[in-house]
């Protein structure tokens, strides 16, 4: 077993944004194992989350976002349970964050199940006719489907996507880390994406 250093847990805190105290113990508990640590604090904050799915986040604050050039503008409605956390400094600054990753990626919806029917439809119509083309028997075009329809969830589902800043994140890893942080529910709840010349 690794002995757990100061620098150790330094890192482990860059990479996680998790309390000092909570690396320390995640490292231990990993034996100095880098990799371990960072999945036992993102367990933890999938299971905070989790606790606290039933509870109302009705606080919180929209940011906005400008791109440097002013032809794409951001607006997102993030929730929490209460006004002392939608003040705080990595409350807005996720926010900023999730704004500025809408503008980078022009996502469809927050969750998968905002994502219209219509569309799904019209995706999975097209992965079938092109595995069709390609000559692919019946029983794997449903595979190829699938997988397809998963690649196409990662790049326009935002909780789903990599987030720019670390693509080993993804957005919703970066809203459990700061439920884990806060204790308290937080939710994306909506967002407008506005480009110059767009509809």
């Known amino acids: 077993m690794a002995e757990v250093t100061m620098e150790m847990i330094k890192e482990l805190r860059a990479r996680t944004a998790a309390g000092l105290m909570d690396c320390k113990k995640a490292l231990e508990e990993a034996g100095g194992d880098m990799e371990k640590a960072v999945d036992i604090l993102r367990k933890r904050g999938l299971a905070i989350a989790a606790k606290r799915a039933g509870k109302t986040a009705?606080?919180?604050?929209?940011s906005a976002y400008i791109h440097a050039n002013g032809k794409i503008g951001v607006l997102v409605e993030v929730?929490?349970?209460?006004?002392?956390?939608?003040?705080?400094?990595e409350f807005r600054e996720f926010a900023h964050n999730v704004a500025m990753q809408i503008a980078a990626t022009n996502p469809l919806a927050v969750r998968r199940e905002d994502i219209p029917e219509e569309?799904?439809?019209?995706?999975?119509?097209?992965?079938?006719?092109?595995?069709?083309?390609s000559g692919k028997p019946e029983n794997v075009i449903e595979k190829i489907v699938r997988g397809k329809l998963e690649k196409?969830?990662?790049?326009t589902v935002l909780l789903e996507q990599p987030y720019i800043k670390n693509p080993d994140l993804t957005i919703q890893d970066l809203l459990n880390e700061l439920v884990a942080k806060t204790g308290e529910k937080i939710v994306i709840r909506r967002f407008a994406r506005f480009q110059v010349g767009e509809e």
Do not use: I, P, W
């Open 119 to 133: 569309v799904l439809e019209r995706e999975k119509r097209l992965y079938e006719e092109q595995a069709r083309e």
């Open 58 to 62: 009705s606080e919180g604050l929209v």
């Open 79 to 89: 929730n929490c349970e209460t006004d002392f956390v939608a003040r705080t400094d």
């Open 152 to 155: 196409f969830y990662q790049e």
